[in-house]
């Protein structure tokens, strides 16, 4: 009986170090590390014979993407304390199967700072991934925080916030629109962000399918809807979502997917006080889902017609 050569753990020599053994799972690829806070090692830098380890990491996740390359599944892990300022130029997810994830927590979560009107995440290639970072509006009215053109872009475990009054994102995450942009996943996310400038959180206004929203929390002021549909999306999932808008002038401001199909489940909206629907899914199938018109009623669960 032939006998399987290679296991889940694989053994690699990273610069400066020794050997060790990898999760060839969440690994396949290479390995690069970005990470500009001042604790830490003081070799770091954009160039070639850097980014090969922690104690010599990048300094730019820009950068770090011209390193990587398309359909390997390359992963850039962000070190604590990192922060990438994006002006003028956008930070371009161009290299397809990549993943970005941060390490570290609270003030330390890695963040992705987006300092103007303009600047934008532009996801342009498929099955990107981001994990575990802090993205900030760092500016009035940022238009758009992050644009998907490409399927199967997840957005998993970040923080996105407005990083005080006045500093806010208008939409921040938003589909190609009138794009088959497909697989499209936001999950165990928090989103914060009370500016009456806002229009919509998560805005799905393309023709893409099996979307998956679930298990986030929204907190904040969207004058649309915090989950907007207003494409054809089919065969979507919403699930699990925790919302309060605050606006309190327009219907419907919770979830929104009046031109979606799929299933809405176990979602609970708080909408502002005159808000005349929490939750709009005609077309989906749903189940238990929850709406109140103020934020601070408690008492027994009685499911909305959506």
């Not at 570290?104 to 103007?116: H, K, M, T, V, W």
């Not at 996801?123 to 998907?148: G, K, L, P, Q």
């Not at 004058?223 to 979502?241: E, K, P, Q, R, W």
Request: charged share 15%; glycine share 10%.
């Amino acid at each position: 009986m032939a006998i399987a050569q290679r296991t889940p753990l694989f053994d690699r020599n990273p610069q400066y170090g020794w050997y060790d053994y990898g999760n060839f799972e969440k690994h396949p690829a290479n390995i690069w590390f970005v990470g500009n806070c001042a604790t830490g090692s003081t070799a770091r830098a954009d160039a070639a014979g850097f980014g090969m380890s922690p104690d010599s990491p990048f300094l730019t996740i820009a950068y770090a993407l011209t390193q990587c390359t398309n359909s390997t599944g390359d992963v850039i892990y962000c070190l604590p304390g990192h922060v990438e300022a994006v002006l003028a130029t956008d930070l371009t997810l161009n290299v397809i199967g990549v993943t970005i994830i941060g390490i570290g927590e609270g003030s330390y979560q890695p963040i992705i700072s987006l300092d103007a009107e303009g600047s934008t995440i532009a996801v342009s290639a498929a099955s990107v991934t981001i994990e575990h970072m802090h993205i900030v509006a760092n500016f009035a009215d940022v238009s758009v925080a992050i644009t998907v053109a490409a399927s199967d872009f997840t957005l998993r475990n970040c923080r996105c916030t407005g990083d005080g009054a006045g500093l806010n994102a208008e939409i921040w995450v938003q589909d190609g629109a009138l794009l088959t942009t497909h697989r499209i996943t936001v999950e165990d996310c928090i989103f914060i962000d009370n500016d009456a400038a806002n229009d919509e959180c998560l805005a799905f206004g393309g023709t893409g399918a099996e979307h998956v929203v679930r298990r986030n929390n929204f907190i904040g002021t969207w004058g649309t809807a915090c989950i907007s549909v207003t494409g054809a999306c089919t065969y979507m999932l919403i699930a699990d979502n925790n919302v309060y808008n605050i606006q309190a002038l327009v219907v419907d401001t919770g979830i929104n997917a009046a031109t979606a199909t799929g299933i809405c489940v176990n979602n609970r909206a708080s909408t502002g006080n005159a808000s005349v629907n929490q939750i709009t899914a005609p077309a989906m199938v749903k189940c238990q889902n929850y709406g109140g018109l103020i934020g601070d009623a408690n008492g027994p669960l009685d499911p909305i017609a959506t």
